[in-house]
C-alpha cells in the first residue's frame, strides 16, 4: 500500500467514520466492490456533478455507497477532479480505487485506425467492424452519411478521399458517426494548409483537383521519397495535354471485378476513372492519402520528367524522353 494511500485511509476514515460511523467507512472505503459482472465499463458523462458520478456508477454496474464516496471525494479534495470519459472496472476494485481512477481520467480509451490509401469503402467496412462504436451510420449510403455529419455537397457527391487516415481514439459506445466527422475535419484541415503553400502554376484549380491527385500519388508510390517527383510527373503531363495514364485509377474503375491482375483489355475498356482513354484527372479520388501525398501534390518536384517505371523494389526511375523510358521499362521490366 502507498504512503498516500495509507495517509487518506488515515484521514478520510476519521472523516467518514465520524459523519457515518453506523457504515463503517474505513471498511466500505477498503473493501471490494460486488460488480454486476467481473469486468465492466462505465461512462461518466462530461460536466457530471459529484453526486451524478456516484448515480452513474451505480447504474453502470458498479455500487457505491452516494454518501460515503461524496464525503471520501471531499476528504481527499477530490470532489471538482472528476473527469468524463469511459472506464474499465475490474473484480477487486475498492470504492477508493474507483475514485482515484476517476480523478486521474484513466479512461478506457478504444482505437480506430484508417491508413493511408484505403478506399472509402475500405474505411466503412472497417468501423462497421469495430465493436466498440455506436453503429449510427447503418443503412446509410455515402451521401446519406456526408449529410449526416454536416458535410457540405462536393462535385460529384462521392465520398472518396473526404476522410483522413489516423488514428482515431474515443470513448465505448461513442457514435461512428463521430469518427467520420472528425476524419473529415483533419482532412479539410490538411487540404487547406497544403492548399495555402502550394507552388504557383499548378495545373489544378481546386483543393478538390489538388485532393484528387494526392490520391492518385498516394497509390502510385512504393517509395515515400519518390512522391514530389511522382507529382512532378504527373503535373507536367496535364501541362502538355497528355493522359495521366496511370493503373490505379483503372483499378479504382473496375470496382469489384478487379480480382488482382490488371490486363491490356481493361487499359482499353473506357470507365470515367480510365486513365488511358480519357484525359486529365479522373472525377474523384480514388483513396485517402496522407499528409505526405498532399503535400507532394501541392508541391511537386521541379523536374522535366515524363515518365517513370518502378525499379521492382518500391523506387522508380523516371525519364524525360520516351526513348530513355522505352530503355527503363526493357531493364526493369522486360529484363532485357
Request: a neutral charge.
Amino acid at each position: 500500500m502507498t504512503l498516500l494511500k495509507k495517509c487518506f485511509l488515515a484521514g478520510a476514515a476519521l472523516v467518514v467514520l465520524a459523519a457515518a460511523a453506523s457504515f463503517g467507512g474505513y471498511h466500505w472505503a477498503t473493501t471490494p466492490i460486488n460488480l454486476a459482472t467481473p469486468q465492466l465499463d462505465v461512462t461518466i458523462k462530461p460536466h457530471s456533478s459529484l453526486r451524478s458520478v456516484t448515480a452513474q456508477l451505480n447504474r453502470g454496474g458498479v455500487p457505491v455507497e452516494p454518501e460515503l464516496f461524496v464525503l471520501m471525494a471531499r476528504a481527499l479534495g477530490l470532489q471538482a477532479e472528476l473527469k468524463s470519459g469511459n472506464y474499465e472496472f475490474r473484480s477487486g476494485v475498492t470504492p477508493y480505487d474507483v475514485l482515484q481512477k476517476i480523478a486521474r481520467g484513466d479512461v478506457n480509451e478504444y482505437v480506430a485506425t484508417v491508413i493511408e490509401g484505403w478506399t472509402f469503402k475500405r474505411m466503412r467496412a472497417e468501423l462497421d467492424a469495430n465493436p466498440a462504436l455506436r453503429h449510427e451510420s447503418a443503412g446509410l449510403s455515402d451521401a446519406d452519411l456526408l449529410k449526416a455529419i454536416g458535410v457540405p455537397p462536393t462535385p460529384t457527391g462521392n465520398a472518396e478521399g473526404l476522410f483522413f487516415p489516423d488514428t482515431y481514439l474515443f470513448d465505448k459506445d461513442t457514435s461512428d458517426l463521430d469518427v467520420y466527422r472528425r476524419a473529415y475535419r483533419l482532412m479539410k484541415l490538411r487540404i487547406d494548409e497544403a492548399w495555402a503553400t502550394r507552388a504557383p502554376g499548378l495545373p489544378y484549380q481546386t483543393p478538390y483537383e489538388a485532393l484528387t491527385m494526392a490520391s492518385i500519388i498516394e497509390k502510385e508510390t512504393g517509395k515515400a521519397s519518390d512522391r514530389p517527383m511522382v507529382a512532378g510527373v504527373f503535373a507536367n503531363r496535364l501541362r502538355v495535354g497528355m493522359p495521366l495514364q496511370t493503373d490505379p485509377t483503372v483499378i479504382y474503375g473496375m470496382g469489384d471485378s478487379y480480382t488482382g491482375h490488371l490486363r491490356k483489355r481493361d487499359l482499353l475498356t473506357d470507365t470515367p476513372y480510365n486513365t488511358y482513354t480519357r484525359m486529365g484527372l479522373p472525377p474523384t479520388p480514388i483513396a485517402l492519402p496522407g499528409v505526405a501525398s498532399l503535400q507532394a501534390a501541392l508541391n511537386p518536384a521541379q523536374t522535366n520528367a515524363l515518365y517513370f517505371v518502378s525499379r521492382g523494389d518500391g523506387s522508380s526511375i523516371f525519364s524525360d524522353t520516351l526513348g530513355d523510358h522505352n530503355k527503363a521499362v526493357d531493364k526493369y521490366i522486360r529484363g532485357q
